[in-house]
């Protein structure tokens, strides 16, 4: 998969999912910008110890292409790259959702979300 290309007109935000193993946590920020998220990038902090599915939101919607299912071989250090094909459109100050379905019961991920200004 091609990385998207980041312009002068593109924003970032971080937000920390701790213990993505441990019951079905969420955590949400606050969208910087008005824009398309173009890109989100999950780094693995701390491996899991089974599969779990990340979804990233936008308020209560599902972004379209902004899942993804992190395995046991996705150790620290591992970055996934998704690109979001619908469902991506955001408001300034709008709250984006990163959450797991809780899968094992360990592991941490920081995710940054790319998006382009209006």
């Known amino acids: 998969m091609?990385?998207?290309k980041q312009t002068m007109k593109d924003v970032a935000?971080?937000?920390h999912l701790a213990a993505i193993g441990t019951g079905?946590?969420?955590?949400y920020v606050a969208a910087p910008?008005?824009?398309t998220i173009k890109a989100i990038f999950i780094a693995v902090d701390a491996?899991?110890?089974?599969?779990?599915?990340?979804?990233?939101s936008i308020g209560s919607t599902a972004i379209t292409g902004g899942a993804d299912t992190l395995t046991t071989?996705?150790?620290?250090?591992t970055i996934r790259t998704l690109v979001p094909t619908a469902a991506n459109t955001c408001q300034l100050g709008q709250a984006l959702k990163?959450?797991?379905?809780g899968g094992g019961t360990s592991?941490?991920?920081?995710v940054t979300f790319l998006i382009e200004q209006d």
């Open 33 to 35: 910008a008005r824009g």
């Open 73 to 77: 071989s996705h150790v620290a250090g």
């Open 13 to 15: 935000c971080n937000v």
């Open 2 to 4: 091609a990385q998207p």
């Open 107 to 110: 592991g941490d991920i920081t």
């Open 24 to 27: 079905t946590p969420s955590v």
């Open 47 to 56: 491996a899991a110890d089974a599969n779990c599915v990340i979804t990233c």
């Open 98 to 101: 990163v959450a797991s379905d």
